[in-house]
């Protein structure tokens, strides 16, 4: 690998910028923004206050992956002997940004490619939100149209999974309505300008966080977090007593206790008690 004369060795730098506060953005993001030979981002004003903030004047280069291919092709080919930083207006390149094509040509082409980790919105509101981490699903935006909308949920709805959306203010209510009606009426977390001055997070069912935001959509950007389905609602006494009759028809007491208890997700020595009942 060549090493450049900036001070870089040459390839692909991911580097994360703050979702809000540029005081998040880390000390090696900066240096990386000041000593790239150049750095491609979304929108050269937004990033323009970025680089100053963080004492570059390196070049930038607008680059998305709805590019022409030439801009990506050249971005690659530079990297043989440079330094390219990928930046983005907030938050962490390729997450509901650009930059995905481009770190897919770079490796196809053998570059170097490492990453400077920093904020990204999802896993911020993630963290916010006091709903289970162990296991979460990134949905980005919704579709706007109503029935792709309805599939893209209705894909996701038996998942045992915290979900994950990308939401403006405008659209909010909506959506919550939606992912009540896909979902169920689960428990959510909304939150909004995330380490800046007015951050917020509200937390409900998806119909009460609907209901609070239909007539004052709020200003700003937003994550809403969704609960994972909740566990099935234990089975009535009268559901238990008919699945215990139809197996003792076919199996001895004990047996049809085991089976049913499977079944029902109940304690087998509390069924094989009402299974003597019946019996008797
Ligand atoms: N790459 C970014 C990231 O890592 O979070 C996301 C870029 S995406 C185009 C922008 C969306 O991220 C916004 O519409 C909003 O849903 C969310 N977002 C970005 N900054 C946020 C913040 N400070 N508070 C809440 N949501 C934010």
């Keep these: 690998m060549e090493t450049q004369s900036y001070g870089l060795e040459a390839g692909l730098y991911i580097v994360a910028g703050p979702?809000?506060?540029?005081?998040?953005?880390?000390?090696?993001?900066?240096?990386?923004?000041?000593l790239a030979d150049v750095v491609a981002v979304e929108d050269t004003r937004v990033s323009a206050r970025l680089l100053r903030h963080a004492?570059?004047?390196?070049?930038?280069?607008?680059?998305?992956?709805h590019s022409a291919e030439g801009v990506r092709a050249r971005l690659v080919e530079r990297m043989a002997s440079e330094s390219v930083a990928?930046?983005?207006d907030a938050g962490t390149p390729l997450i509901s940004d650009p930059g995905y094509k481009l770190v897919?040509?770079?490796r196809a082409?053998?570059?170097?490619?490492?990453?400077?980790?920093?904020?990204?919105?999802a896993i911020a509101a993630l963290t916010l939100s006091g709903l289970p981490t162990d296991r979460f699903l990134f949905m980005g935006f919704l579709p706007a149209k109503q029935k792709a909308r309805g599939d893209a949920l209705g894909e996701v709805a038996a998942l045992r999974a915290t979900l994950v959306f990308y939401?403006?203010?405008?659209?909010?209510?909506?959506?919550?309505?939606?992912?009540a009606e896909h979902l169920g009426d689960r428990e959510a977390a909304v939150s909004r300008e995330i380490s800046k001055a007015f951050e917020e997070t509200a937390t409900g069912t998806l119909a009460e966080l609907s209901a609070r935001y239909a007539d004052a959509p709020p200003k700003g950007e937003i994550v809403v977090i969704v609960g994972p389905p909740g566990e099935a609602p234990p089975p009535s006494a009268e559901?238990?007593?008919?699945?215990?009759?139809?197996?003792?028809?076919?199996?001895?007491?004990?047996k049809a206790a085991g089976e049913v208890a499977k079944k029902l997700g109940v304690d087998r020595r509390a069924l094989y008690a009402?299974?003597?009942?019946?019996?008797?």
């Design 19 to 34: 979702i809000g506060n540029l005081g998040d953005l880390t000390p090696r993001a900066a240096q990386v923004l000041r």
């Design 55 to 65: 004492g570059s004047e390196r070049p930038m280069i607008p680059y998305h992956d």
């Design 86 to 88: 990928l930046l983005s």
């Design 104 to 106: 897919r040509d770079a």
């Design 109 to 121: 082409a053998g570059r170097k490619i490492t990453t400077l980790p920093g904020p990204s919105a």
């Design 167 to 179: 939401e403006s203010g405008p659209r909010l209510s909506e959506s919550l309505a939606a992912m």
């Design 239 to 254: 559901d238990a007593d008919a699945a215990l009759r139809e197996a003792m028809e076919r199996l001895p007491v004990s």
């Design 274 to 280: 009402r299974a003597m009942e019946l019996k008797g």
